[in-house]
T-cell receptor, first 113, second 116 residues
């Protein structure tokens, strides 16, 4: 079945620096790759997603890149702010377009002011 | 409210007892997911429903765990003969599956289960 690996497990950056989180997946049929942010004590919320027909997507300070050949995708956060501090989860579908979502183990991002 | 509703929000039970956790998804959402999140850990997949059927239940940890969904709406996750390792937050999420594709998951607040 689908396996999603996420690195690093923890990441600490200075305010204003960039942060990059990387994920790899195993199911070649996967074609939807969302990223969720979970603040302490709160529910996960979608911040950005990408489908396999594009290689990159941007939304203000956040971008996601996808390399289907290598089966990896990355989250890029530029000009980090303290409120970006949270746990970030990547995910990939298992079973094609209408399938289950399997999550990585998460990355705890700390942005130091 | 219009969001995903889960109950109970907190449940403390004794080892060996059965528990039922309920999820009320957003109206019209066809897909429903259950995940488990242990303290400081990731989102462990348990089971996924499309309508009332479960195409993927491979994440259920043992035969003590079962889930059902009726009327394409409410889902119940049942844990029989609870063990201490079952202690976790159980998260439910739903999505519309627009045009048959997986869409944004909307999560509930979760049910925190503590097994003594």
């Amino acid at each position: 079945g689908e396996n999603v690996e996420q690195h690093p497990s923890t990441l600490s950056v200075q305010e204003g620096d960039s942060a990059v989180i990387k994920c790899t997946y195993s199911d070649s049929a996967s074609n939807y790759f969302p990223w969720y942010k979970q603040e302490l004590g709160k529910r996960p919320q979608l911040i950005i997603d990408i489908r396999s027909n594009v290689g990159e997507k941007k939304d203000q300070r956040i971008a996601v890149t996808l390399n289907k050949t290598a089966k990896h995708f990355s989250l890029h956060i530029t000009e980090t702010q303290p409120e970006d501090s949270a746990v970030y989860f990547c995910a990939a579908t298992r079973g094609g377009s209408q399938g289950n979502l399997i999550f990585g183990k998460g990355t705890k991002l700390s942005v130091k002011p | 409210g219009a969001g995903v509703s889960q109950s109970p929000s907190n449940k403390v039970t004794e080892k060996g007892k059965d528990v039922e956790l309920r999820c009320d998804p957003i109206s019209g959402h066809t897909a429903l997911y259950w995940y488990r999140q242990s303290l400081g850990q990731g989102l462990e997949f348990l089971i996924y429903f499309q309508g009332n059927s479960a195409p993927d239940k491979s994440g259920l940890p043992s035969d003590r765990f079962s889930a059902e969904r009726t009327g394409g709406s409410v889902s119940t996750l049942t844990i029989q003969r609870t063990q201490q390792e079952d202690s976790a937050v159980y998260l439910c999420a739903s999505t519309t599956s627009p045009r048959g594709n997986t869409g944004e998951l909307f999560f509930g607040e979760g049910s925190r289960l503590t097994v003594l």
